[in-house]
């Protein structure tokens, strides 16, 4: 049996990313609705991130998107992140926003094209020098929308040697994950659609190349957590992109719509020793708080995340291996649900404030004022683009 005092040393090495773009407004193609107090700059984005952190623990890191987060003074934009108690983390590009990729920008047919999105991801790289990021973070919007439109066989080609060059410029530290997502907004193909693809193209380029896996990115029903098991296995999961869906990139909060699949998840990162000291798995965030306000939101966020952990961290692994390896198909099963059906919230609350931290970091950031305060300052927010 494993006890909550036997999994604090992990639980205390639980960090979670979270994503500038969730504290912006964001929404659906319908109508995106501002909230009182959502940040002007990327300094107010940065200070909500350590706001999360101060109030959890949980967050030491905040991941930029560029163009959205762009500044002239990088250097002076760490110091600031850093006196708040948190660093710059994951440099997320972007070629979805502009007229030149309508058909493709790493894909497309004109090598001035390909070179301008290439040369995009040389200034991300050129930020992650400056800001001490390890990981650029790729998502492609490349696709097509008619059978015939595009010649797929000949786009994964152009995307192995756009790939290349972006590759060959991260430096020694420096990581490249390129995530998936199997449509949207392209909707008849994708060029990077699965796990398959981003593997195959990321394995081609070396071993400081990984994918990314985002949880909203995959059709219903696929089991996500044999994908987490395989690319562990194979030692390609770079980092994860946290969020819940119904239906399709929903980016809700991770664990609202299915707690089971985190815990599944976690259970798979946890047997790949995904949450090793010497792990480098990323946990990030990857969601957009369209209706509920943004801080509260990310606070829940990576509370859910470390629940969840720690009811995985419970599973009895000693005993389900002797109960899969007798055959005990029920009681392998009844194993599992047991840790999933552990209730650890009153040992998480004890154990947080134990390090300092209130023991529940919703109610204490409710009575904590910021959020009035953020209200009260800033008039006319900025719109994250979307996520
Ligand atoms: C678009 O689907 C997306 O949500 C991807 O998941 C990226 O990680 C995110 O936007 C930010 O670019
Ligand atoms: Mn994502
Ligand atoms: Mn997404």
Same mark, same amino acid.
């Given at each position: 049996m494993t006890s909550f005092a036997d999994i604090t040393p992990t639980l205390e090495r639980l960090a979670i990313e979270v994503p500038s773009w969730a504290y912006g407004n964001s929404g659906t193609r319908f109508k995106v609705f501002g909230t009182p %107090? $959502? &940040?002007? $700059?990327v300094e107010e984005k940065i200070a909500d991130a350590a706001t999360v952190h101060r109030f959890t623990g949980l967050a030491p890191a905040v991941a930029l998107h560029i163009p959205w987060d762009l500044v002239d003074d990088w250097a002076a934009l760490r110091r600031y992140a850093e006196d708040l108690g948190i660093a710059l983390g994951t440099i997320n590009s972007n070629t979805? @926003? /502009? /007229? /030149?990729?309508? !058909? %493709?920008? !790493?894909?497309? $047919?004109?090598p001035k094209i390909r070179q301008k999105a290439v040369d995009h991801h040389f200034e991300c790289i050129d930020v992650m020098d400056a800001t001490g990021s390890r990981d650029l973070k790729i998502w492609l919007a490349e696709g097509s929308?008619? &059978? %015939? @439109?595009?010649?797929m066989r000949g786009r994964q080609d152009r995307l192995a040697e756009s790939l290349q060059k972006i590759y060959d410029r991260i430096g020694d530290e420096q990581r490249l994950v390129l995530e998936y997502k199997f449509f949207e907004p392209a909707?008849?193909? $994708?060029?990077? &659609?699965d796990w398959g693809t981003s593997y195959v193209q990321v394995a081609a380029l070396g071993e400081r190349a990984m994918v990314c896996l985002d949880t909203g990115h995959h059709a219903p029903g696929t089991n996500i957590e044999f994908i987490v098991a395989q690319l562990l296995r194979l030692g390609k999961l770079g980092s994860f992109d946290f969020n819940s869906r119904f239906y399709a990139d929903d980016d809700l909060i991770v664990g609202s719509a299915d707690p089971f699949q985190l815990f599944r998840i976690l259970v798979e990162v946890i047997r790949g020793g995904g949450l090793d000291a010497d792990s480098d798995v990323a946990l990030m965030l990857d969601q957009c708080h369209n209706i509920e306000k943004k801080i509260p939101g990310q606070i829940r966020s990576v509370l859910n995340v470390q629940e969840m952990t720690a009811r995985a961290l419970l599973l009895d692994r000693e005993a389900l291996t002797a109960a899969q390896e007798s055959g005990d198909v029920l009681e392998a099963h009844e194993i599992f649900m047991d840790a999933f059906s552990t209730d650890v919230r009153g040992d998480l609350a004890a154990w947080r404030e134990s390090r300092g931290l209130p023991a529940h970091p919703m109610k204490a950031f409710a009575a904590s004022g910021y959020q009035d305060g953020i209200e009260a300052a800033r008039v006319g927010g900025t719109q994250a683009g979307w996520s």
């Open positions: %107090g $959502t &940040p002007r $700059t979805f @926003q /502009d /007229d /030149d990729y309508k !058909l %493709g920008a !790493l894909t497309h $047919t004109d929308n008619y &059978p %015939g @439109q595009a010649d909707f008849y193909h $994708t060029d990077v &659609p």
